[in-house]
């Protein structure tokens, strides 16, 4: 089955402009392009994009995906089983600020004064850092060395606004 830009973008939640830059840079290309120009995903495609969001949801560059990605022994249920760990910390990270949050405004409304401790915790972000770099490296064992150090430690903002600083 083939899947046209605006039903992928549709199904995936993101946008045809991301979509025509994945091809443009070479990351998703889609299995044929029409006589009328328009551009046709399949399965495969699919599954390939599905790829690109895990690591980019882990924090990893577009660059260092495509390279990934594009290596022969690249292994897709390998890398499902090696994006779970770092995604469960990412949500028990969020869950911990979350609780942050409750005991802040818990402090709040009690009249009490939090332990400074307490009040910044959630935000270390050290053992998530320790696995990105050991995730880092497994992927450089598995699929070879690259010219990627692995996932980036913090992402540029990716839109800016007229008038805003970044």
Same mark, same amino acid.
């Given at each position: +089955?083939?899947?046209?830009? &605006?039903?992928? !973008?549709?199904?995936?939640?993101?946008?045809?402009?991301?979509? =025509? =830059?994945? /091809?443009?840079?070479?990351?998703?290309?889609?299995?044929?392009?029409?006589?009328?120009?328009?551009?046709?995903?399949? $399965?495969?495609?699919?599954?390939?994009?599905? *790829?690109?969001?895990?690591?980019?949801?882990?924090?990893?560059?577009?660059?260092?995906?495509?390279?990934?990605?594009?290596?022969?022994?690249?292994?897709?249920?390998? !890398?499902?089983?090696? =994006?779970?760990?770092?995604?469960? *910390?990412?949500?028990? #990270?969020?869950?911990?600020?979350? *609780?942050?949050? /409750? &005991?802040?405004? $818990?402090?709040?409304?009690?009249?009490?004064? +939090?332990? &400074?401790?307490? +009040?910044?915790?959630?935000? /270390?972000?050290?053992?998530?850092?320790?696995?990105?770099?050991?995730?880092?490296?497994?992927?450089?064992? #598995?699929?070879?060395?690259?010219?990627?150090?692995?996932?980036?430690?913090?992402?540029?903002?990716? #839109?800016?606004?007229?008038?805003?600083?970044?």
């Amino acid at each position: +089955m083939t899947y046209m830009v &605006k039903e992928v !973008a549709g199904l995936v939640g993101i946008s045809v402009r991301t979509l =025509h =830059h994945y /091809d443009q840079v070479g990351l998703l290309k889609p299995e044929t392009v029409s006589p009328a120009g328009y551009r046709l995903y399949t $399965d495969r495609d699919l599954e390939r994009l599905q *790829q690109i969001l895990f690591y980019k949801e882990i924090g990893f560059s577009l660059q260092e995906i495509k390279e990934i990605l594009d290596r022969p022994g690249f292994d897709r249920k390998q !890398a499902l089983r090696s =994006h779970k760990e770092p995604l469960l *910390q990412k949500k028990k #990270r969020l869950e911990d600020i979350i *609780q942050t949050v /409750d &005991k802040t405004i $818990d402090s709040i409304e009690g009249g009490t004064q +939090m332990e &400074k401790n307490e +009040m910044f915790e959630a935000f /270390d972000m050290s053992a998530i850092e320790e696995h990105k770099a050991k995730y880092a490296e497994e992927a450089r064992q #598995r699929y070879g060395a690259t010219s990627w150090t692995g996932p980036n430690k913090e992402r540029p903002p990716t #839109r800016r606004r007229i008038g805003r600083p970044l």
